[in-house]
């Protein structure tokens, strides 16, 4: 707050996202999966449905399906515009100036960009890529204090693909209840699963707040997702949506309601598709060993190899864009260096291709 009474926000580019942008012949810099066609969920959309605001916090229907998939009430859930606002919404009502806030890296960047606006204290804890990726709860339990105000994580984690299991979740929450922060669980991957069963996620831990969409069940334009936690804490989410979007998209509610119906068939075709793309992935880091190392993915839809090479990960993925018309993410924009973030997500033969061209692309650059 300045001396003028008016806050003075400041946010930094996201850099992931206008990355993204960039055009390329083959793109394997995305993280989801590929895109369901209407016709996959509503075959007959209704064209005679009266285009208004629904229930500002969901439709009973959707907030149903949501309650159930997490094993809450339905008043433990709040509708928001995709995970994105959920995020925005969260950050919002929990933080003030000055608190301190942890995030896990590597990391999707958009609640840590959210929180240095607001003022946040921004720090980190660290999955350890030796450890496939697992939390480093000591390093956690060692910095956090009484200012600590909110722990941050994605799970499945977005870029390395690793889950957190229920007893380090536990754990997790047990070091953020001895100093009273919320656990913040983005959970955007939800469905994503190789084993086709839902990560772990803080619902039992009183400030446990889960955030999530169905975006990564292939439907990404429907811009629909939710704010999961304590009813005390849906109701401040809610006070603060009618001031963000007010209402979230209805022809996307409708979409939704059906998607979360038969989500057993979206997840299925997930792990269907990424299958087939894990045994290519799998196949081409055999016959390249000499280039990167990875561990395979336990959710999500992609693989954050770890690659043989001088070039910062910035440097590396424009000169592969530019040379090869192949993009990848960089993982510097996760807060890891000498990474890239790869898409297996996609259907049919561009991630062979890709793999193809980076390969030369490295070995050209192999010093
Ligand atoms: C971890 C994570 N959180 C949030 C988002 C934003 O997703 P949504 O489409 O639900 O707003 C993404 C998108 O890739 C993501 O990977």
């Known amino acids: ?10 946010i930094d580019p996201f850099r992931l996202e206008r990355w993204l942008l960039e055009k390329a012949e083959i793109d394997l810099g995305g993280g989801g999966v590929a895109k369901l066609q209407l016709k996959e969920v509503i075959p007959q959309m209704p ?30 859930v709040l509708i928001t515009s995709g995970t994105s606002e959920a995020n925005l919404i969260i950050n919002l009502v929990l933080l003030e100036q000055g608190d301190e806030y942890f995030t896990e890296v590597p990391q999707y960047e958009q609640t840590t960009g959210l929180a240095r606006m607001l003022g946040a204290k921004v720090k ?9 990726w697992a939390p480093d709860l000591k390093e956690l339990k060692e910095k956090v204090n009484r200012h600590t105000k909110l722990i941050f994580l994605n799970n499945p984690n977005n870029p390395t693909g ?25 959970n955007a991957l939800r469905g994503s699963e190789t084993d086709g069963k839902p990560a772990a996620t803080p619902e039992f831990y009183e400030r446990g707040v889960i955030t999530g969409s169905i975006s990564k069940l292939g439907a990404t334009s429907p811009r629909i997702g939710w704010i999961v936690a304590e009813k005390e804490i849906i109701e401040r989410c809610w006070v603060m949506k009618d001031y963000t979007t007010l209402s979230h998209c209805g022809i996307g509610e409708m979409i939704a309601e ?8 979206y997840i299925k075709r997930n792990q269907t598709i ?16 000499d280039l990167v190392t990875c561990a395979e993915p336990k959710g999500g839809f992609t693989v954050f190899p770890r690659y043989k090479n001088r070039l ?3 440097k590396f993925s ?15 924009q996760f807060g890891v260096e000498r990474h890239l973030r790869i898409n297996i997500g996609m259907k049919g033969e561009t991630l062979a291709q890709g793999l193809d061209r980076i390969g030369r692309f490295m070995r050209r650059t192999l010093k």
Request: charged fraction near 25%; proline fraction near 4%; include cysteine.
């Open 162 to 186: 690793a889950i957190m299991t229920q007893e380090e979740m536990q754990a997790l929450c047990e070091i953020a209840e001895h100093v009273g922060a919320y656990v913040h669980c983005d």
């Open 47 to 76: 064209t005679d449905t009266a285009m208004m605001y629904g229930r500002t916090c969901g439709s009973e229907a959707l907030r149903a399906q949501v309650a159930e998939w997490y094993r809450v009430e339905p008043e433990n």
């Open 312 to 314: 910062g990960s910035s």
């Open 318 to 332: 424009e000169r592969l864009l530019k040379e090869e018309g192949v993009m990848v993410s960089p993982g510097d």
């Open 258 to 265: 059906r998607l979360l119906t038969n989500r057993a068939r």
């Open 274 to 289: 990424k299958q087939a793309n894990v045994d290519t992935w799998n196949a081409w880091c055999e016959e390249n060993p």
């Open 124 to 132: 980190p804890f660290h999955l350890v890529e030796d450890k496939g």
């Open 1 to 10: 707050m300045n001396s003028k009474g008016a806050p003075h926000l400041k």
